[in-house]
């Protein structure tokens, strides 16, 4: 997976294509709503191994009926289509 830094019209093209995501601060950003902490804690747990299957780690923040995610390729300085290629995979959690 290309992990060059993309250039803003890029980020933005890749945007397009998410449900949710925003770029701030050199990374993609998304906060999803949930019932409670059990379904908060089961998605990220899912999300992490996700994560790790790619080797690629988001921060994430997570409690009472929420979990946020930040994801940014640090040693690209920015957004990489790897970003958004897991970006896209959180995503296909939701479904």
Do not use: C, Q, Y
Not at 25 to 40: H, Q
């Amino acid at each position: 997976m290309e992990r060059k830094r993309l250039e803003p019209h890029e980020v933005e093209n890749g945007l397009a294509g998410l449900e949710g995501w925003k770029a701030e601060d050199g990374k993609l950003k998304k906060r999803l709503k949930f019932e409670n902490f059990t379904e908060s804690l089961a998605f990220v747990n899912k999300a992490g191994a996700v994560a790790e299957k790619a080797d690629h780690h988001p921060d994430i923040k997570f409690g009472w009926g929420f979990a946020e995610f930040e994801i940014t390729t640090h040693d690209s300085g920015g957004i990489t289509a790897f970003d958004f290629d897991l970006a896209e995979k959180i995503d296909d959690l939701e479904s």
